[in-house]
């Protein structure tokens, strides 16, 4: 029975000793053996602190002491301790992975404890590499969520301006035309066009007409309330989506603009002077559907055109 438990003992695929009380090394297997470069001839017998040094430290004597006088268990994880059993010499101890459980054994009214090291250097290898993948993916997945947002932002804003561009107004206006019904609430669609801007382009060049389109987004976003939406149709085509308490309210707002738009840009050293026509259609009063809405206010700008550029009008039903 001896040979057999013998024969197990070193066949085991983990390091198995066996301590008395003085720490005396008693049973000391092949995979030891292997691992070490030290014989069992050379280890039977020697004290556990000059074979395993890592067993000098306080918590790991504390271990066996209470194993061996208080019948404690013990196990010691490899992600929170260096290897237990140092590998053969010139090999580093850096690369190896143990953990070690230790249980007291009883023969004869003596106390053992049974010392089992489990190599798990290729299992935290692996996982160690999986760690690093899933950083990857994690960072690969940031990239794709933020190159996600910017294609997102470019294509619902005016690359010059940083405004929303028309297909983001259409989207905001046919949301608040729902809310509006649900709540009885009002809006106005403000078209805002400069007036004489095809001069600027013509006198300055298309550099200095970029620099006013910007001076007029500033402006237009700052007079507006926090709550409106102004975006940029295209050229110098803005548009207003406001939500009004009353309908007098949008007149309120276009006075404003006028007012924003009496002083001259000055851009690169030249003094420009621009005027707003502004066309002006009212929900539910003028329409219940986006696209009747953004017809009314385009209609009444090209009439405040038409009849000599520079104010505001509201649409009245013989603009169409």
Not at 165 to 180: E, F, G, K, V
Not at 253 to 274: C, D, P, Q, V
Request: proline share 3%; hydrophobic share 40%; net charge neutral.
């Amino acid at each position: 029975m001896d040979n057999l438990i013998s024969q197990a003992l070193n066949k085991a695929h983990m390091g198995i000793m066996i301590v008395d009380r003085h720490l005396k090394v008693v049973v000391w297997n092949a995979w030891l053996e292997r691992f070490t470069g030290k014989s069992v001839e050379e280890v039977l017998g020697l004290n556990l602190l000059e074979v395993c040094p890592r067993f000098k430290s306080n918590i790991y004597l504390n271990i066996l002491q209470n194993a061996l006088y208080h019948g404690q268990s013990r196990f010691c994880s490899s992600a929170l301790h260096k290897a237990f059993i140092l590998p053969n010499e010139g090999e580093d101890e850096q690369l190896f992975r143990q953990n070690m459980h230790v249980e007291p054994l009883y023969h004869e009214d003596r106390s053992y404890a049974l010392i089992q090291i489990t190599d798990m250097t290729h299992t935290n290898t692996r996982v160690y590499k999986l760690k690093n993948l899933i950083k990857e993916l994690e960072t690969e997945y940031a990239k794709i969520k933020i190159s996600e947002k910017i294609s997102k932002h470019l294509s619902l804003h005016d690359p010059l301006t940083g405004l929303p561009n028309r297909l983001a107004y259409n989207d905001r206006l046919a949301w608040a035309i729902s809310n509006a019904k649900r709540n009885h609430n009002k809006l106005a669609v403000m078209f805002v066009d400069a007036d004489g801007f095809k001069q600027v382009n013509d006198t300055y060049g298309h550099h200095v007409g970029d620099q006013v389109l910007l001076e007029m987004a500033k402006r237009l976003s700052e007079t507006i309330p926090s709550a409106d939406t102004v975006a940029r149709l295209g050229g110098d085509e803005f548009i207003i989506l406001s939500h009004l308490k009353d309908d007098h309210d949008a007149e309120v707002i276009a006075k404003r603009l006028e007012a924003a738009f009496s002083t001259h840009f000055k851009i690169a050293g030249n003094y420009i002077n621009l005027s707003m026509s502004i066309g002006i259609s009212l929900f539910p009063k003028h329409g219940q559907e986006p696209s009747e809405l953004l017809r009314h206010a385009d209609g009444a700008m090209y009439k405040i055109k038409k009849n000599g550029k520079n104010g505001y009008g509201i649409y009245e039903p013989e603009n169409a």
